[in-house]
C-alpha cells in the first residue's frame, strides 16, 4: 500500500498518465469515462459526422502481462533503482494453486509459478496494469480516432464525414492497435469485441452488418453493454430503461414482500442500497430520455410498499415524509454534483467577462435537439438554475447537504417542477 502511494504520487506528480484513462484514478471511474466517451458521439452527432464506436476486449489482460515488458515500461517512466527491484521481486515466483472443495473432500492442483500477469486483488496489481497500458494511445495516430479506457476496458472513436474516410482510418487504426497488442503480447478477443454505429433516427444511411478491418472481423450491435449502461445507437436509452425497469420491479417486489415483517427504517435501508443505488449509476446519461418516467411509476410503487399505503394513493408529500429523493431529484442531484466536481469540463463555457464568483454558464451552440437532452448541456441548464447562495458555496460536503435538502422539500414530479419553481424560496 506505501509503494503504490509513492507510485502514484510520482506519476501525479509527473503527469505520466493519460486522461483518456479513468480506472483507479482519483477523481475518475466508469461515470466520467462513460461522460468522455458519450459526450464526444453527441457533438459529432451534432457536427453531421458518421461516428464509429469499437469496444475492444482484450483476453485475460490482468493474467497475460509480460513481466519483462512492465519493467522496462516502468523504468522508462522513471521508476528505476531499488523502487523498481523491489517491484521486480514482487512479480516474480509468485505461486498459486487450485483449490477445489465440496462436502465429501478437497483437492488441490499441483503448484506452479507464475512467470506472466499482475496478482489480482491485490491493491498494487491495477496500478502496473495501468502502467502497462498507458501507451497504447501512441498508436492512435489519425486525429479522428480517440481512445476511452477504463483500466482493460479499451474503447475506441472514429468520426469522418463519409463512410469510405471512415473504413481507412478504422482500418489503420485497428492495424495499429494490433500490432500494439502483439509487441505487448496481449491478445484481442475478436468473438467479443464489437462495434456499433452512432447516428441520429433520422439518418438514412444504410450500415453493413460486419465490418471487415483487415486480419479482424468485427459485427455491428444495434445495442452494447458499456461500462454498466445499455448504450443503443441512437442514444434514445429505451435499451437501458428497460434492462433497468426489470431490475427495479424485482426489487420493488422484493420489498413488498419484507414490508409485513420489517420496519421502515430498515425497509429504506433496503430501498437505498438495492433500488437507489440501482437508480443512481449512469443516470446522468438516461435521467433526461422519454421512457425515464417509467421507473419514477416504479419507484412510487415501491414507497407505497414501504409506508403501507394503497394502490393508486397520492405519493406527494410522501417522498419528503420519508427522506427519499424523487427519480427527477435524483437525476437532477446528479447532474449539478457531476458538474460541481468536475467543474474544469466545463470551463470553457464559462463568461468572459465580467467574472464574479456566482455567474450563469453559456450554453454549447448546436443544431440537434440531442444536445440538449446530452449530459454537458443538461449539467449546464441545472446548475445555472440554482439560487445564487447555492452557487457561491465552495465545500462539497455543505454543496452537497443544502442541494439535497432544497430538492427534498420541491419533490420534483418532473424537470419542470425544477425549472418553474422560484428555488430561493426553498432555501
Same mark, same amino acid.
Given at each position: 500500500?506505501?509503494?503504490?502511494?509513492?507510485?502514484?504520487?510520482?506519476?501525479?506528480?509527473? +503527469?505520466?498518465?493519460?486522461?483518456?484513462?479513468?480506472?483507479? /484514478?482519483?477523481?475518475?471511474?466508469?461515470?466520467?469515462?462513460? %461522460?468522455?466517451?458519450?459526450?464526444?458521439?453527441?457533438?459529432?452527432?451534432?457536427?453531421?459526422?458518421? /461516428?464509429?464506436?469499437?469496444?475492444?476486449?482484450?483476453?485475460?489482460?490482468?493474467?497475460?502481462?509480460?513481466?519483462?515488458?512492465?519493467?522496462?515500461?516502468?523504468?522508462?517512466?522513471?521508476?528505476?533503482?531499488?523502487?523498481?527491484?523491489?517491484?521486480?521481486?514482487?512479480?516474480?515466483?509468485?505461486?498459486?494453486?487450485?483449490?477445489?472443495?465440496?462436502?465429501?473432500?478437497?483437492?488441490?492442483?499441483?503448484?506452479?509459478?507464475?512467470?506472466?500477469?499482475?496478482?489480482?486483488?491485490?491493491?498494487?496489481?491495477?496500478?502496473?496494469?495501468?502502467?502497462?497500458?498507458?501507451?497504447?494511445?501512441?498508436?492512435?495516430?489519425?486525429?479522428?480516432?480517440?481512445?476511452?479506457?477504463?483500466?482493460?476496458?479499451?474503447?475506441?472513436?472514429?468520426?469522418?464525414?463519409?463512410?469510405? @474516410?471512415?473504413?481507412?482510418?478504422?482500418?489503420?487504426?485497428?492495424?495499429?492497435?494490433? $500490432?500494439?497488442?502483439?509487441?505487448?503480447?496481449?491478445?484481442?478477443?475478436?468473438?467479443?469485441?464489437?462495434?456499433?454505429?452512432? *447516428? @441520429?433516427?433520422?439518418?438514412?444511411?444504410?450500415?453493413?452488418?460486419?465490418? +471487415?478491418?483487415?486480419?479482424?472481423?468485427?459485427?455491428?450491435?444495434?445495442?452494447? *453493454?458499456?461500462?454498466?449502461?445499455?448504450?443503443?445507437?441512437?442514444?434514445?436509452?429505451?435499451?437501458?430503461?428497460?434492462?433497468?425497469?426489470?431490475?427495479?420491479?424485482?426489487?420493488?417486489?422484493?420489498?413488498?414482500?419484507?414490508?409485513? %415483517?420489517?420496519?421502515?427504517?430498515?425497509?429504506?435501508?433496503?430501498?437505498?442500497?438495492?433500488?437507489?443505488?440501482?437508480?443512481?449509476?449512469?443516470?446522468?446519461?438516461?435521467?433526461?430520455?422519454?421512457?425515464?418516467?417509467?421507473?419514477?411509476?416504479?419507484?412510487?410503487?415501491?414507497?407505497?410498499?414501504?409506508?403501507?399505503?394503497?394502490?393508486?394513493?397520492?405519493? *406527494?408529500?410522501?417522498?419528503?415524509?420519508?427522506?427519499?429523493?424523487?427519480?427527477?431529484?435524483?437525476?437532477?442531484?446528479?447532474?449539478?454534483? %457531476?458538474?460541481?466536481?468536475?467543474?474544469?469540463?466545463?470551463?470553457?463555457?464559462?463568461?468572459?467577462?465580467? %467574472?464574479?464568483?456566482?455567474?450563469?454558464?453559456?450554453?454549447?451552440?448546436?443544431?440537434?435537439?440531442?444536445?440538449?437532452?446530452?449530459?454537458?448541456?443538461?449539467?449546464? $441548464?441545472?446548475?445555472?438554475?440554482?439560487?445564487?447562495?447555492?452557487?457561491?458555496?465552495?465545500?462539497?460536503?455543505?454543496?452537497? $447537504? $443544502?442541494?439535497?435538502?432544497?430538492?427534498?422539500?420541491?419533490?420534483?414530479?418532473?424537470?419542470?417542477?425544477?425549472?418553474?419553481?422560484?428555488?430561493?424560496?426553498?432555501?
Amino acid at each position: 500500500m506505501v509503494m503504490n502511494r509513492r507510485i502514484w504520487s510520482f506519476l501525479d506528480s509527473n +503527469n505520466l498518465i493519460k486522461d483518456t484513462q479513468h480506472g483507479y /484514478i482519483k477523481g475518475k471511474s466508469t461515470l466520467t469515462a462513460a %461522460y468522455q466517451f458519450i459526450q464526444n458521439i453527441i457533438l459529432d452527432i451534432d457536427k453531421n459526422k458518421i /461516428i464509429l464506436g469499437i469496444f475492444l476486449d482484450l483476453t485475460q489482460a490482468y493474467d497475460c502481462l509480460d513481466h519483462s515488458i512492465l519493467l522496462s515500461k516502468l523504468e522508462r517512466y522513471g521508476i528505476r533503482g531499488p523502487a523498481l527491484s523491489w517491484i521486480e521481486s514482487y512479480l516474480n515466483n509468485r505461486k498459486q494453486k487450485v483449490k477445489l472443495s465440496n462436502l465429501k473432500m478437497t483437492t488441490h492442483s499441483n503448484e506452479i509459478t507464475t512467470t506472466i500477469g499482475v496478482p489480482q486483488g491485490s491493491i498494487l496489481g491495477p496500478t502496473l496494469f495501468i502502467i502497462f497500458m498507458n501507451d497504447i494511445d501512441n498508436c492512435i495516430k489519425c486525429q479522428a480516432c480517440r481512445i476511452t479506457k477504463y483500466a482493460d476496458d479499451t474503447n475506441l472513436l472514429i468520426t469522418a464525414t463519409n463512410q469510405e @474516410t471512415l473504413y481507412v482510418e478504422g482500418t489503420n487504426s485497428m492495424k495499429n492497435i494490433q $500490432k500494439w497488442l502483439s509487441d505487448n503480447k496481449l491478445i484481442l478477443n475478436e468473438n467479443k469485441t464489437t462495434a456499433m454505429f452512432f *447516428r @441520429t433516427a433520422q439518418c438514412k444511411k444504410g450500415v453493413p452488418n460486419i465490418l +471487415n478491418f483487415s486480419e479482424n472481423t468485427i459485427p455491428i450491435s444495434a445495442n452494447i *453493454r458499456f461500462l454498466g449502461l445499455e448504450l443503443d445507437s441512437q442514444l434514445k436509452w429505451d435499451y437501458h430503461i428497460n434492462y433497468l425497469r426489470g431490475k427495479l420491479s424485482n426489487v420493488c417486489y422484493s420489498i413488498k414482500i419484507v414490508a409485513n %415483517y420489517l420496519d421502515k427504517k430498515v425497509l429504506k435501508v433496503i430501498y437505498h442500497s438495492n433500488f437507489e443505488s440501482r437508480l443512481r449509476f449512469g443516470i446522468l446519461f438516461f435521467g433526461n430520455c422519454g421512457d425515464f418516467a417509467d421507473i419514477f411509476v416504479i419507484q412510487k410503487r415501491t414507497l407505497r410498499h414501504i409506508l403501507g399505503m394503497n394502490l393508486g394513493e397520492s405519493c *406527494r408529500g410522501k417522498f419528503r415524509e420519508l427522506g427519499i429523493l424523487t427519480a427527477t431529484g435524483v437525476f437532477i442531484q446528479e447532474c449539478i454534483i %457531476y458538474l460541481f466536481k468536475n467543474k474544469q469540463l466545463f470551463a470553457g463555457y464559462e463568461p468572459t467577462s465580467g %467574472y464574479t464568483r456566482v455567474f450563469n454558464y453559456i450554453y454549447p451552440k448546436h443544431r440537434l435537439a440531442l444536445v440538449e437532452k446530452g449530459p454537458q448541456y443538461t449539467c449546464l $441548464k441545472l446548475f445555472n438554475q440554482l439560487p445564487n447562495k447555492l452557487k457561491e458555496i465552495d465545500n462539497l460536503r455543505l454543496f452537497k $447537504k $443544502k442541494l439535497y435538502k432544497l430538492l427534498l422539500r420541491l419533490e420534483p414530479y418532473k424537470l419542470e417542477d425544477f425549472f418553474n419553481m422560484n428555488l430561493n424560496i426553498m432555501l
